[in-house]
């Protein structure tokens, strides 16, 4: 009892000196006190402009996305600017060892443990390499928001297991980076997602709403990354109908076929592409794949969209034989077909402006097809919008950094209410 007496004279006294009120508006003593964490979280949370770096590295194994955010307020209060951004190419070695667990049913388990805390240090060190580069002390960042690097994702649409529900993994713990950064990290947001009902993506609703909504304009945030996805935004302000979804393939295939056949990452410039002729058979096989008669909103990766799928659709239409250049015309045709397929299907057109963004924005290929589906329809990139294209996911998760801290959860579409993220200290 004595002891117990003690133990709670040293936690009064120990108790940081925040005011709180009671029910009547009187201040009372804390119960209990903030150890260094919380009282570092509770810090930042209070501060009305908040530095945060946006940590993106998508589907397509192409490097870390870094983007340095300032952000004012929150929810659709929120003021942001991009101070800086930059993609660090990961090296062979990398993108080789997460290619082999990647998107695969059978994986080395050693693997995926190891490449789990390598990642989260290996991103902390890019970091720490970026802010050196701009001349900002890692002490001038408030937080760090990591999406991770997938390598798995299910929803039940994809793994068909009745008993089990979504799913889906990123690898690279936030632990590993507030540690050797120095940042409070935010990281794993999709878990929430799914625990809340949704398939863990896609997540760039809450970015897309804030930086692409206008009233009056009928407009689609379009991201062709690895996966295509896109985010609807009526003109008429109505949250409700706001769609926000995958679509299919992005650049998964069109990267896949390069590897394969002409052992480079992708079709730069679609160089390949425009060298081929589309095959009109093998894009039909393609695009009749159940996938895209699903209702939105829905989730996909290369876990569906890869070779072996390519592989059925030329059995199904007879074109096994296929010259590798007509290959890589048909798949940037069939992520330009399906994209507009959907548009046209799900969407109004009516005076639609489109937005793109990702690295396929920067395939001429799919662009050129993607506008020639969509006759009327305004295509642009979105930097119109002043967003780098390159750096818009990365701001997305600066964003939902931001929202984690200082945010209150708010439901737009068929989108789970709740805040994401999962903290993690430097000491
Ligand atoms: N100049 C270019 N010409 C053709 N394709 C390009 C060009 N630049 C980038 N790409 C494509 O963009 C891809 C990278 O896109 P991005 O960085 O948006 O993918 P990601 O972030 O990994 O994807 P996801 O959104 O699925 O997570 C490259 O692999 C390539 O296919
Ligand atoms: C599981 C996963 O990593 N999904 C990514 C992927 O890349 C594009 C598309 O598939 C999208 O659903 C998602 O990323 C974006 C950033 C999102 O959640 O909005």
């Not at 190419?89 to 998107?103: L, M």
């Not at 580069?133 to 760090?144: K, L, N, T």
């Not at 930097?383 to 390159?390: E, M, S, V």
Request: aromatic fraction near 8%; proline fraction near 5%; hydrophobic fraction near 40%.
């Amino acid at each position: 009892m004595r002891f117990q007496n003690k133990y709670i004279r040293y936690l009064q006294s120990a108790a940081i000196k925040i005011t709180f009120k009671n029910s009547a508006g009187k201040n009372v003593k804390p119960m209990l006190p903030l150890n260094s964490n919380l009282q570092q979280l509770f810090n930042i949370a209070k501060k009305t402009t908040k530095t945060g770096i946006g940590l993106m590295s998508g589907t397509s194994l192409d490097g870390l996305d870094i983007a340095l955010c300032r952000f004012t307020g929150n929810g659709l209060n929120t003021r942001f600017e991009l101070l800086k951004f930059i993609t660090i190419p990961y090296p062979e070695d990398i993108k080789h060892d997460v290619q082999q667990i990647f998107a695969k049913r059978l994986a080395d388990l050693e693997k995926v443990t190891l490449l789990n805390a390598y990642i989260g240090t290996y991103h902390a060190e890019l970091i720490l390499q970026a802010l050196n580069q701009w001349g900002i002390p890692p002490a001038e960042v408030d937080f760090i928001a990591s999406h991770g690097q997938t390598i798995y994702h299910a929803p039940k649409r994809l793994h068909h297991h009745t008993n089990y529900p979504n799913a889906t993994l990123q690898i690279g713990d936030g632990d590993h980076i507030a540690v050797k950064t120095g940042i409070v990290t935010i990281s794993d947001f999709r878990q929430k997602h799914i625990a809340a009902g949704g398939e863990g993506a896609p997540l760039a609703l809450y970015g897309d709403v804030l930086l692409g909504n206008k009233t009056g304009e009928n407009r689609v945030l379009l991201n062709i990354g690895g996966i295509a996805n896109l985010t609807w935004l009526p003109g008429d302000g109505d949250f409700s109908r706001v769609l926000c979804t995958d679509i299919g393939p992005g650049n998964t295939l069109i990267d896949a076929a390069c590897r394969t056949y002409f052992n480079q990452a992708f079709d730069e410039d679609s160089s390949i592409a425009f060298s081929g002729t589309v095959n009109k058979p093998l894009l039909n096989a393609l695009l009749a794949h159940p996938f895209f008669a699903e209702k939105a909103p829905k989730t996909t990766g290369p876990e569906l969209f890869n070779l072996a799928l390519v592989a059925e659709a030329q059995k199904a239409s007879g074109t096994e034989n296929i010259d590798p250049a007509d290959l890589v015309s048909t798949l940037s045709a069939f992520t330009a077909a399906s994209i507009a397929r959907f548009v046209n299907e799900n969407i109004d057109i009516n005076d639609l402006k489109i937005f793109a963004s990702g690295g396929g924005a920067r395939n001429p290929f799919v662009v050129a097809k993607l506008k020639k589906l969509l006759p009327g329809v305004s295509i642009e990139d979105s930097n119109t919008l002043g967003i780098d294209p390159d750096a818009k996911e990365a701001i997305l998760f600066a964003l939902l950094g931001n929202e984690a801290l200082s945010g209150q959860p708010v439901s737009i579409g068929n989108n789970p209410a709740v805040l994401m993220g999962k903290f993690s200290f430097a000491v």
